[in-house]
Structure formats: C-alpha cells, structure tokens
C-alpha cells in the first residue's frame, strides 16, 4: 500500500446538497495529529445549508420513501463496493486524518464495507414484511402492519470513528427509506468527504443523501431542532449529547444517542494472564483509547493482581508509539492538541488523588511533533477519583483488585455509564454468570473487542438512547403504522 496521499485542492467543497458540492463558506483547518500539519482546508457550512439541506431531503423523502427496499438494497451495495474500490485511498485518509495506524484504518474501512453490506440485505427483506397480518381477537376486524421510514433525520458523528459511525446511521436510515443530512466532525472529515463521493458515484437519488461539514454550533445546533427533521441520530460527549436531547425537544422529534462509557475488563481468579493482558490493552489501547468503549478500568482478582501488574507494565512499555505510516506502529496519536492536552491534564489529576503511575504519562522519546502519548497504567486509583469514574478518551488504563465475584460485579456496575464490559476466565460457568450481572450493552467473554453488524450496539443508564447496529438498527429509522379495518 502506498503511504502517499491524494492532492488536495486549498479549500475543498465541504457541502453536498441535492446532488452538487457546493463551496460553503469558513474555512476549517484539517491537521494531520502525526505531524501538525494542515492536511487540508475545508468550506465549511452554517445555518443556511442547514435550511437548504433540509429542503432538499424533504423535498427528495416522498419519492425515496416510495421506492422499494430491493431497490434501495441495490444502492447500498453499490456503495459497498464503491467503498471497496478506494479502499487503499479511504485507508490513507482515515490514518492521516484521525492518527490512528494503518492497520486499524484498514479495520474500520472494511466494517464500512459489511455494514452497507449487512443493511443492504435487511432492506431487500422489507418488501416481504411489510403489510404482515395481525391477529386479532375478532373475526369482525382485520389488521396489518406497515413499516415506514420516519422521514428526515439528521445524523450527527464524531471524530475517533470517521466513517464506521456513520455507516452504522447511514446504512441503515437509507435502508429504511428515509432522507439523510449528515454532519461529520470537523475535526475528521477528510474520510467523510470521500465516502460523499462514493455515494454519489453509487447513483443517491438528488436530495437522498446530503452533507454539511462545520462546527457543531453552525452546523448540529441548528440541524437537531430543525422543524422538518424527524429524528436526529447522535454518537459523541455526554454534554454535546445533552445539548443536542434539549434540542430536539423543542419539535419533539426522535432522538438516538450513543454517548459515554467507563468499562471495566474484569479478570477472573482463573483467568489465563497472557489473554488477560492482551485484552486489557487492546481495549484501553486500540485507537489510542480514544473510544467509548475502551475498557479503561481493570479489575483483578486479589491473588493475580501483582503478577498482572507485571506483566501489562512490560507489555504496555513495549508498544511501538509513533507515525501511523510507519511499519509495526501499534499506536499512532491523540487526534489534535485540545484531546492531547485534555488527557495529560486527567493523568496530572489522578497522580494528585492518590493514584500510582505504573507507567507511561508521558511523550514518547524522540516524537517531538504530534500529539503523541505512551499507553499509560494506573494502579491503587481511589473509587472517587476522577480517573476512575470519568471517561478519558485517551491511552490510560486504572487497575483495581477485587476479593470476591460479587465485589467485581459491585464495582463494575458502579459507574453512570453501562456501555461495554468484558471477563477473562477459563471457567466459563462464571464468566457467563458475571456477563449476566454486568449492567452493559455488550459483554465480551475471553475476546478482544469485535463488533458484528448483526449485533446491538448501545448499552445501559447515560451511554446509550436507543440501539444501533443489527434488525434494531433499522428500527431506529422506521415507524410503526397498523391499519385496521371491519370486515
């Protein structure tokens, strides 16, 4: 794979309406966090393209909601393999625009890939179901259900996951015959752009799918309390997210919101540590932790912790930090200056609690540019530290021992967010049963981090309004019309 990157023009379009990209109007700065170079420099929109948006996809909605779901099954396949094509390209961009190292960009270009795919084929099954017969308690009645897309919706995704989170959205709402405004983060939407493209090539119908880049004031205010919009889909901060609920509320529309995690990876007393640690730092790690769903809170039973701590301080020191082009990179940077300085100010904190750096904290040696960060470990971190109980968004991994099975679960569950959890054990009798006390979406069991389309994605308390990803997913974007009549 080439690591060299397409050009880029001065500014890019970064506004696709009714079919045309359209200049837009402040520009935005697009940095390369492995460098501090400006990548490339967009035209961002405002309120204005908001309105625009809007009308076009309303005025596009009655005729895509008409088509069928074979028809808009046919569409998301052929951007399936538009994405497939550029693949190389779209990996390029994720790394060089997000940090993250190539081999991970790769990861989440072929999630794009499966999900347009998985959405494709649910969509091709709704002509089958649709008009499905009620039974009724009455011979005088008869009843059917319709499902119907809900309408326009506005879909709003972050930076750490540039074109995964919007595939699980997008597939989905198009698949339920629904008219699409995308705003894709400013901070990442180079891979976005692309996908638009992609799009495009693949045949949307004008006004279907449309996109406006810019700053969550200029651009999601405006798009989440939209009169016209039905339903606004969400993945990002707990406070955004709020703010976007409030929103919302002034035309009640529907609302999904995937938001913020604090999950616990829990090793068991019969846990193989080699696993163990693989898995801790693979969920505290991946993206340098940089992900809603990072296991960030390590609970040890009390016999393995020493041991543990041993040998995830010599694995965590041992993982190559530096340019994601670079070849056995395991982990590239913080996504731009504001995050890089959010998490070192969260390490200073938890030093000042109380909490014991095992390792990392630190820059890397001989990375004096980037937003570079060593994959950090805490141990003995207090129960009402911040460090234990806020998300971070960054390399950090708190450890914590526990004496009993009921303790871990008591511990894990302590936490306002429910989002993911995961048990290492090779007694899968209580790995299963502490999977089911664990108040979590999704719950790993001996297994790194995989995500499968068919699966929920959401979880449990402030992570999750609602559920993405599998049949549920769908749902997200269709109502539900039962029409009776007398017979």
């Given at each position: 794979?080439?690591?060299?990157?397409?050009?880029?023009?001065?500014?890019?379009?970064?506004?696709?309406?009714?079919?045309?990209?359209?200049?837009?109007?402040?520009?935005?700065?697009v940095v390369n966090p492995a460098t501090e170079t400006v990548l490339a420099r967009i035209g961002s929109g405002d309120a204005e393209h908001v309105e625009s948006a809007v009308l076009a996809a309303s005025q596009a909605f009655p005729g895509w909601a008409r088509s069928s779901g074979a028809e808009r099954g046919a569409l998301l396949r052929r951007i399936a393999e538009g994405v497939r094509e550029r693949r190389d390209t779209l990996i390029r961009l994720q790394s060089a625009n997000n940090g993250k190292p190539l081999f991970e960009a790769a990861i989440d270009v072929d999630d794009v890939i499966g999900t347009f795919e998985y959405y494709a084929g649910l969509a091709e099954g709704l002509d089958a179901r649709q008009n499905s017969p009620v039974e009724l308690p009455s011979e005088d009645f008869a009843a059917r259900l319709r499902r119907e897309p809900c309408g326009v919706v506005g879909l709003i995704v972050p930076w750490n996951f540039p074109m995964v989170t919007t595939a699980w959205k997008l597939a989905p709402a198009l698949a339920a015959g629904c008219a699409v405004v995308l705003k894709p983060s400013e901070v990442t939407p180079l891979p976005e752009l692309e996908l638009a493209r992609i799009i495009h090539d693949a045949g949307v119908p004008a006004g279907v799918f449309n996109l406006v880049c810019g700053t969550g004031l200029a651009v999601g205010a405006p798009l989440s309390s939209h009169p016209k919009v039905a339903k606004v889909s969400f993945t990002g901060s707990n406070a955004v997210g709020i703010q976007v609920m409030q929103r919302a509320a002034e035309t009640v529309k529907g609302i999904s919101l995937e938001l913020g995690g604090k999950s616990s990876l829990l090793v068991l007393e019969q846990a193989d540590l080699d696993l163990a640690v693989e898995l801790a730092c693979g969920g505290a790690f991946f993206n340098a932790g940089q992900m809603?769903?990072?296991t960030s809170r390590v609970l040890v039973a009390e016999p393995l912790v020493a041991d543990f701590l041993a040998r995830i301080s010599a694995r965590a020191a041992a993982i190559r930090v530096g340019d994601p082009f670079s070849e056995g990179v395991e982990m590239g940077a913080l996504v731009n200056q504001a995050q890089y300085q959010r998490v070192r100010g969260h390490i200073q904190r938890g030093i000042e609690s109380g909490a014991r750096l095992v390792c990392g904290g630190e820059r890397p040696a001989g990375l004096e540019r980037g937003f570079f960060l060593q994959p950090t470990v805490f141990s003995e971190v207090p129960k009402d530290s911040a460090l234990w109980n806020e998300e971070i968004f960054g390399p950090v991994l708190c450890v914590r021992s526990f004496a009993s099975e009921e303790e871990a679960i008591a511990l894990a569950n302590d936490s306002e967010f429910g989002l993911v959890a995961s048990v290492v054990s090779r007694d899968l009798d209580a790995a299963e049963r502490v999977a089911n006390a664990l108040q979590a979406g999704m719950v790993w069991i001996n297994s790194p981090q995989v995500i499968f389309p068919q699966t929920a994605w959401g979880g449990y308390k402030q992570s999750s309004i609602g559920r993405e990803l599998g049949p549920w997913g769908l749902a997200a974007f269709q109502e539900l019309k039962h029409v009776v009549r007398a017979v």
């Amino acid at each position: 794979m080439s690591n060299t990157l397409p050009p880029f023009t001065d500014t890019q379009a970064g506004v696709y309406i009714n079919g045309q990209w359209l200049p837009g109007g402040v520009e935005l700065e697009v940095v390369n966090p492995a460098t501090e170079t400006v990548l490339a420099r967009i035209g961002s929109g405002d309120a204005e393209h908001v309105e625009s948006a809007v009308l076009a996809a309303s005025q596009a909605f009655p005729g895509w909601a008409r088509s069928s779901g074979a028809e808009r099954g046919a569409l998301l396949r052929r951007i399936a393999e538009g994405v497939r094509e550029r693949r190389d390209t779209l990996i390029r961009l994720q790394s060089a625009n997000n940090g993250k190292p190539l081999f991970e960009a790769a990861i989440d270009v072929d999630d794009v890939i499966g999900t347009f795919e998985y959405y494709a084929g649910l969509a091709e099954g709704l002509d089958a179901r649709q008009n499905s017969p009620v039974e009724l308690p009455s011979e005088d009645f008869a009843a059917r259900l319709r499902r119907e897309p809900c309408g326009v919706v506005g879909l709003i995704v972050p930076w750490n996951f540039p074109m995964v989170t919007t595939a699980w959205k997008l597939a989905p709402a198009l698949a339920a015959g629904c008219a699409v405004v995308l705003k894709p983060s400013e901070v990442t939407p180079l891979p976005e752009l692309e996908l638009a493209r992609i799009i495009h090539d693949a045949g949307v119908p004008a006004g279907v799918f449309n996109l406006v880049c810019g700053t969550g004031l200029a651009v999601g205010a405006p798009l989440s309390s939209h009169p016209k919009v039905a339903k606004v889909s969400f993945t990002g901060s707990n406070a955004v997210g709020i703010q976007v609920m409030q929103r919302a509320a002034e035309t009640v529309k529907g609302i999904s919101l995937e938001l913020g995690g604090k999950s616990s990876l829990l090793v068991l007393e019969q846990a193989d540590l080699d696993l163990a640690v693989e898995l801790a730092c693979g969920g505290a790690f991946f993206n340098a932790g940089q992900m809603c769903s990072a296991t960030s809170r390590v609970l040890v039973a009390e016999p393995l912790v020493a041991d543990f701590l041993a040998r995830i301080s010599a694995r965590a020191a041992a993982i190559r930090v530096g340019d994601p082009f670079s070849e056995g990179v395991e982990m590239g940077a913080l996504v731009n200056q504001a995050q890089y300085q959010r998490v070192r100010g969260h390490i200073q904190r938890g030093i000042e609690s109380g909490a014991r750096l095992v390792c990392g904290g630190e820059r890397p040696a001989g990375l004096e540019r980037g937003f570079f960060l060593q994959p950090t470990v805490f141990s003995e971190v207090p129960k009402d530290s911040a460090l234990w109980n806020e998300e971070i968004f960054g390399p950090v991994l708190c450890v914590r021992s526990f004496a009993s099975e009921e303790e871990a679960i008591a511990l894990a569950n302590d936490s306002e967010f429910g989002l993911v959890a995961s048990v290492v054990s090779r007694d899968l009798d209580a790995a299963e049963r502490v999977a089911n006390a664990l108040q979590a979406g999704m719950v790993w069991i001996n297994s790194p981090q995989v995500i499968f389309p068919q699966t929920a994605w959401g979880g449990y308390k402030q992570s999750s309004i609602g559920r993405e990803l599998g049949p549920w997913g769908l749902a997200a974007f269709q109502e539900l019309k039962h029409v009776v009549r007398a017979v």
